[in-house]
């Protein structure tokens, strides 16, 4: 979901589920639960920058039917996740 705050401001939001079951490996089968939130600014001079905060929280089903928690949080501008631009 994208919300325009203001003309050179937009607000994100985003819940991703997500499941992998492999019978043949009932370890390796999974839930999934991602949701985000996110900003970007565009300035005068055609510079955007962006932010975002990721959740995560995977479920490892194993083979007693027990579940594993993993659970990572990260928060970085988006321009970290690119390559730089050639000059």
Known sequence: ????????LVARAD?????????????????EHAPSLGASLTLQTKTSIHADVFYGNKQFLETRMRTTNVTSMSAAPDAAARPPMAA
């Open 1 to 8: 979901m994208k919300v325009a705050i203001a003309d050179n």
């Open 15 to 31: 819940y991703r589920f997500r499941t992998r079951l492999y019978p043949q490996s009932r370890s390796l089968s999974f839930l």
